[in-house]
């Protein structure tokens, strides 16, 4: 039974990837629908705050629940522990926190918002059960070069992902309507700092777990986000004449 769940999630991780390759080839031309882009897409809408929330929430829930599983067998071995709490940490900041920050907020498309839901079902029972019952790590892995390194990577991402949320929020005075051009932190040398924090994070996550199924969600967040970070930086230079001619798309002084 354990053998077929384990295979089962290389599948998973397998088909993870695939359809990170799908978003990639598809999302230039449909665009994303959320957001300052949600106009164009028809049908019922989801208000933001209530969207960020429930979306996210089955990635919180199932580290959660498998925390509380007795037979969890791969929780009594640290790396585990900790590769699951930074899963868990992302997930309680973006779930409990990062909704109530949102100031007005464009309602989300309802096709928007269930695909959110599903991807955070699919890939929080992914991530979850693999290491929490299959990821076989020595005790020492935590001070190897790799975890070590994705760990500096991962903490650096999700600060730098926090803080451009940060500043995103803040554009705008209490009153003012309209979109106004990023200043400060990282937006001083890209479009779309937030998503290059995020890139980051999970990219950090995945040297530090050095599995298949952390690689796939990694490389599925890198392509839904380059393309986002193409079309707000093509937006950008559309709507205001005075933008940056030098900053770069998602990653500072290359692209």
Partial sequence: MEWSEARLLDALAYLEGSFGCLCLAMLPRLGSPYGRYSDRW???????RAAWLLQELPSLVWPLHECARTSAARLGCRPNCVLL???LVHYIQ???VFPFLIRGGKPTPLLSFVLAFAFCNYNGYLQSRY????AMYAEDWVTHPCFLTGFVLWLMGMVINVHSDHILRNLRKPGETGYKIPRGGLFEYISAANYFG??????????????????????????ILVTRAKQHHQWYHEKFEDYPKLRKILIPFLY
Avoid at 42 to 48: D, T, Y
Avoid at 131 to 134: C, D, I, Q, V
Avoid at 198 to 223: H, K, P, R, V, Y
């Fill in 42 to 48: 028809p049908g019922p809408r989801v208000p933001a």
């Fill in 85 to 87: 709490a930074m899963f």
């Fill in 94 to 96: 973006r779930t409990l």
């Fill in 131 to 134: 290491l929490s019952n299959f």
């Fill in 198 to 223: 995020e890139i980051t994070e999970w990219g950090g996550f995945a040297l530090a777990s050095w599995s298949l199924q952390s690689g796939a969600f990694a490389f599925f967040t890198f392509c």
